[in-house]
């Protein structure tokens, strides 16, 4: 499996903007692709965003497509969930999630997980 490394997480205020990264274990995902979910106390694990490597395609949940991007560094093997204009009701652990796939397949199950970065919004 890959090992993936979240970091970025913190405490905003709401209208503000935190960038997530995440690091896999690897040089090259050309055949994967990247998400992020999260989850909120007592609630399920959603869908935020996803990107398949090779090409760029993206996805975003209807919660947060106006404000949260998602994007990738091929030189630094890096993800990131650009999120912008943050509200209270994004507060929750985000995970960074990878699988092989295409396009096609962004917000099938994801087979390798990190450990989560906790993302707080304060009224």
């Known amino acids: 499996q890959v090992h993936l490394v979240e970091s970025g997480g913190g405490l905003v205020q709401a209208g503000g903007s935190l960038r997530l990264s995440c690091a896999p274990s690897?040089?090259?995902?050309?055949?994967?692709?990247m998400g992020w979910f999260r989850q909120a106390p007592g609630k399920e694990r959603e869908f935020v965003a996803a990107?398949?490597?090779?090409?760029?395609?993206?996805l975003s949940a209807d919660s947060v497509k106006d404000r949260f991007t998602i994007s990738r560094d091929n030189a630094k093997n890096t993800v990131y969930l650009q999120m912008n204009n943050l509200k209270p009701e994004d507060t929750a652990v985000y995970y960074c999630?990878?699988?092989?796939?295409?396009?096609?397949?962004?917000?099938?199950?994801?087979?390798?997980w990190g450990q989560g970065t906790q993302v707080t919004v304060s009224s």
């Open positions: 990107m398949a490597w090779r090409g760029g395609s993206t």
């Open positions: 999630a990878a699988k092989l796939g295409g396009p096609s397949v962004l917000v099938g199950p994801y087979a390798d």
């Open positions: 690897r040089r090259s995902f050309s055949g994967y692709a």
